[in-house]
């Protein structure tokens, strides 16, 4: 018929509505799950096809099923109206099974023993708090079998989840009263106690099983024969019933039952087909008229929900307890006259107290909490406020001092609130303690700073304001208000003021430059600002915005300060800059700056005309600017030792002077004295290198030609001495030798003469013997100016003796910019010496060392050192020249490495030491330079000169 019906609607309206009779005729034969996953699916689909609708719009098709799915629904909800009675119990296809649901209210639509069965039920669901569920299999009035569920609730539902007891029988099982067999008084009894609590068993006076109910077999899955094996081994019939670690417990006190007859009361777990559950067991004995006893009968009440719900409730109490001791607060509870009853632990450990030690005979709790933990400034007010609120029932909130177990008050703010009942009556206080006194230290010195900002920026000689994006003005200083005359004022009319101060030259630059807050950026302004005495001063005005973590502005802070005094200063430092510079470009020399690394920065006017080229014109030729510089200004045969000096110069710090060949911009080469000192700043680190450049052409060849000069003179004073002395020498030898001549010619005639004049003879030949001594005289005379004797010879101190050297040569060294450095070691003992001599040979080493310039980096050096070593003292003459090119013939006579020169005077030198008994030598000094070394001896006498032949006479002394 639904068929029939739909299929003439889908003829009439060409809609999918002529399935909705099909659909409803499905729907009212389903029932249970099924029917709720069938609504479930169609108000899915429903939902789906409604939102395609509003999506795609009004479209046929969506249009149809819209409508199809809502009849669907519709007939849905009708179905589940229909009451649960009126649904045919009919088998299901190929299956056979019938599926029924009861409760208390729906036993009338069963049989007498499914009453009697579900009866049982509900008593067990009663007393367990566990559904129970029996599912039997049943033969119908066709002659099919089917499967039945009977259901039993509870009357509470719990909380946990805890699966129903369902086990499965036979429909004849289901009346625990169909028994064939004669009861015994236990079973009886057993059978009673099962109608008032849904399950009771017997045992014999041994202890074997009589009688277990049927639902209790099939829940338990065994049978009381089997349970009866255990027997057997001398176990209890309990036995595979009992939890292992319960059964020695247990069996204990079963025995203990069956041997005395007293009650069997135990509390243990039970092994069901589905796994161990609790359940309160108690047994007693049942007796004969004459006291024996004739059986056992009892029950086991299902406690696993209520052990489960205990453990849930002990777990949740432990939970709720935790949190309340591990909570980072302070929980107090007050009885609902104030009296405490609860600290939890962070409370309990910060008194270092509980509740317990409160009591006192002086008075209550809370008055003996006041008096020990509040401080006492702060005790009648927290009294009051709580007094106030336990009165009132109104919550309690308070800030004070709380003391801690250590002695230490700390900032607390407490809170509480009133519990009360569902009737409405107060019952306890519950309260919250928190510790602020890190917070409460923290304002304190906010506002402490705050304080202190305000007076400092008031005391500052500056003004300060701020406002806010939207033109709010948040702060104006004090300062800043006298000054304008203002006292609260908007941003409008503070900035309006504002700029009447400002001189009408400077108003349209400031202007501009306030614009600047709408680009967000940060500016600045100078300007001259009015002052009360009618003139202005230059004010330095600066403003930046404060960002959120965004990037967006939240606000802009402008400062003022007076730079009047700073800019008349500056006006005077560029004035003075200016006379500076003009002072250095009309100096008559040339002036130059470099870096710390030597890198040219500044050149004079002067310079620059010079060279020709600016500072940076050479740059990129080098590697450095330094580099590039000196290839192009430094002579050739110059530019190594420049390098040098100069790089020894930046190394050390040491000041740089050296005269070179500098290249003029027309390409000739001038001869220029460079003098370069290092700029240090108050700790001494080099900042600057200063230098001057002085040209010394002209005086170079002056003073070249003043040497060929003074050499010219000197070849011509030598020969002019030459000749004089050859003059002297011939005059006073030739007198005696004229006489020599003239005698022996006299003696020659009176020897001749015939007779020989002997006596005549005789007298010419004794004047040809005094001329002749004459003459020898004369030699000797000439000869005492080359040869020493010990005559002069005095005790002298060495150290006095190179002191005179040194002045006599200092004007020297400093002209030759020679450093002299003279080491004696002290306490030298006095040697007898020609101090005139010593001197002479120490001038004569130490001139040729400072003629002998220098030779690498650095600085001319010239030193002196005299020591004692064992019997001699020790003189050495040490330069840092070019040195020598040979140690072996530089005391030959004659011998000279200088175009000017005699060489003569390192002979005579040596001459003069080994008349003193000493020695002389020459060896190369490292790395650079020569060493001329002498020693004198200590305590003895220069040797007397080498006498004469015998047949000639010696020179007085």
Known sequence: MALLVGAIILFLSETMLGFVPAVATILLSVRGRTLRLVQLGILTAFVCALLILLVVGRQPTAVDAVLFLGASLCTVLASALVPMASRPLDAEIGRGRDSRETSANGNSQLDASEQRAMAFAESRAFWTDVAQVLRFRSTQSGGESAWSELRAEPPMKSSLHIPPLAPTMAQRDLDPMDFGKPHSDAIAAARTIENLFGNGWAFDPEGNWIYLPIFAQSTLGVTPEELNTSRSDGSIAWKRLLHPKEYDRVAAAWQHSLDTGEPFNSEFRIKRKTGFAWARTAARASRSADGKITGWYGTSIDIDVHRKTVDALRDREQELLEIVNFVPSNLWRLQPDGEPTFFNKPMVEFLGMDVGELDSADGTRLEAMIRLAVHPEDQERFSAELAQSL????????????????GVYRWMSSRAAALHDRNGRLVQWNGLCLDIDDQVR????????????????????????????????????????????????NLSEFAKTALEYVHPEDVGSVEASLRGVESGSAFSIRYRRKIPDGGYRWTDGRFEPLRDEAGHITEWFGLSIDV????????????????????????????????????????????????????????GLRASRLEGTLDAIIHPDDL??????????????????????????DGEYRWVETRTAAMRNTEGAIIQWNGVCVDIDDWVRDQEQLGLAQRNLA?????????????????????????????????????????????????????VMRSAETTMDVFNRVRALFKHSNDAKQPSSIKEVVGLARELLTEDAIRRDVRLDVTIEPDLPSIALDRVQIQQVL?????????????GTGRARLSIDARREGAVIKIAVRDNGPGLVSTD??????????????????????SIVEAHGGRLWAEASE????????????GTVAPEPEAEPSDLPQPAK
């Not at 029932?393 to 003391?403: A, D, P, T």
């Not at 923290?442 to 305000?454: G, M």
């Not at 030898?733 to 003469?753: E, I, K």
Request: net charge neutral.
């Open 564 to 619: 009047d005094d700073e800019m008349v200063v500056q006006e005077a430092l560029r004035e003075n800059e200016r006379s500076l510079k003009e002072l250095v470009e009309t100096l008559p020399t040339m002036i130059y700056c470099a870096t710390t690394e030597g890198k040219p920065i500044y050149r004079s006017r002067k310079l620059q005309e010079f060279l020709g080229f600016g500072i940076e014109d050479k740059d």
């Open 715 to 767: 070849r011509a004073s030598q020969a002019a001495s030459l000749a004089e002395l050859t003059a002297s020498i011939a005059h006073e030898v030739g007198q005696p030798l004229a006489a020599v001549v003239s005698s022996s010619d006299a003696s020659h005639r009176w020897l001749s003469a015939d007779p020989p004049n002997v006596e005549r003879a005789l007298k010419a030949l004794e004047r």
């Open 640 to 665: 190594d030792a420049v390098r040098q000096r100069y790089a020894y110069s930046l190394r050390t710090g040491e000041p740089y002077v050296m005269k070179h060949r500098l290249r003029r911009y």
């Open 843 to 855: 001038v004569n080493l130490m001139r040729n060392g400072l003629e002998a310039g220098y030779h």
């Open 442 to 489: 923290v304002e304190e010195a906010l506002k402490r700073s705050e304080w202190h900002l305000q007076q400092l920026i008031d005391a500052l000689p500056v003004h300060v304001c701020s406002w806010t994006p939207e033109g709010e003005l948040l702060y104006v200083s004090r300062r800043y208000l006298d000054e304008l005359g203002l006292s609260t004022v």
């Open 927 to 938: 790395p650079t330079g020569a060493a001329f070394i002498f020693t004198l001896p200590l």
């Open 889 to 910: 013939r530089v005391f030959e006579p004659f011998f000279t490495t200088k175009s000017d020169g005699m060489g003569m005077g390192l002979a005579i030198c040596k």
């Open 391 to 406: 009165s009132s029932g109104q919550g309690f909130s308070s800030q004070y001092r709380l003391r801690r177990h250590d």
